[in-house]
């Protein structure tokens, strides 16, 4: 049977698809400027030539990259942090969330934790203070002071705690009638049924980590100490190339190259790993969201 509907929801759905359209190509384009300029002559980008498509085609850039050992180093510093720091997030908020997610029957303290963590939401100790709490803890300069001052995201506590709060009882109450205690009904109960949650979690801590770079440019004295977000902001910022520690090879390409194809080629590498993780966990991603913010 053929539904008739309305004017109204044809125009509806025109303007709809347009802006949609229209939002997912803003998304799009500065992506293919960059990787369009990555692509092109030196010549070319100086002379802002380059719009969405190379012009006058080049792989000097990455080429040039490849041959650069601090950038990979920064690379190679950042993974480390997004798969240290993301399993310390993970952990610690699977052991906050749970907790929570129980009546104040079950856990007396929960409503004065509770507002204990929501304060920490909205008031901060400052910058200076929390430099100065880093460096009595000799923090400085270190890998760990780009973990474990984030180890924790308050909010990220709140969707899992919610995700928990709206799963069945009933599974749970099962589990301690055949014996379990709380870690056993945690890890081989909750868990199991919050891989929505858990993905929605293990991508924003992922990517928090691979794009945070103020951290290491206010706490780290050592450039070789740089994550790549940190290192590419030092680029992007203008900061000059140390040319003595370069080969004459690299010296000779980077002659033949601009700051805006180095540094587009720079970028283009930065967020692919995203790219690459983002369509496997869109599902649960989006999901997990939707399900763990509706309930408390």
């Known amino acids: 049977m053929k539904v008739k509907r309305p004017v109204s929801y044809y125009i509806y759905q025109v303007f709809n698809t ?3 359209t229209l939002l997912a190509l803003s998304c799009i384009f500065p992506i293919l400027h960059i990787l369009a300029m990555s692509l092109s002559s030196s010549n070319a980008a100086m002379a802002g030539r ?6 006058e085609f080049t792989l000097s850039a990455y080429e040039y990259l490849l041959k650069k050992k601090d950038f990979f180093r920064s690379v190679g510093i950042a993974g ?7 399993a310390i997030n993970m952990l610690l908020i699977i052991l906050t969330a749970y907790p929570l997610s129980r009546s104040s029957n079950q856990f007396r303290k929960r409503t004065w934790y509770m507002t204990y963590f929501a304060i920490t939401m909205f008031l901060g100790g400052g910058l200076i203070p929390t430099y100065m709490v880093i460096k009595n803890l000799h923090l400085l300069n ?10 924790m995201n308050i909010w990220n506590v709140i969707i899992m705690m919610n995700f928990i709060r709206g799963l069945p009882r009933a599974v749970e109450e099962a589990a301690y009638v055949d014996g379990a205690n ?16 858990l993905a929605s979690l293990l991508l924003f801590s992922m990517i ?7 951290d290491g440019m206010f706490y780290m004295n050592d450039p070789n100490n740089y994550p790549m977000a940190t290192y590419l902001a030092t680029q992007i910022i203008g900061k000059t190339q140390n040319m003595t520690s370069m080969t004459s090879e690299q010296l000779a390409l980077l002659s033949k190259l601009s700051e805006k ?10 967020i692919v790993p995203i790219l690459v993780v983002y369509p496997f966990l869109q ?14």
Do not use: D
């Open 261 to 270: 194809t180095v540094r587009s080629a720079q970028l283009c590498i930065s």
């Open 142 to 151: 270190s890998f760990w002071v780009l973990v474990l001052p984030c180890a």
């Open 283 to 296: 599902k649960l991603f989006v999901k997990g969201i939707t399900v763990g913010s509706v309930k408390e």
């Open 182 to 197: 709380h870690f056993q009904t945690l890890f081989r109960v909750i868990l199991p049924m919050s891989k929505a949650s």
């Open 208 to 214: 928090g980590h691979w794009n945070a770079w103020f």
């Open 18 to 20: 347009i802006f949609l």
């Open 50 to 55: 380059v719009a969405f498509a190379p012009v």
């Open 80 to 86: 480390m942090r997004v798969l240290v720091g993301t």
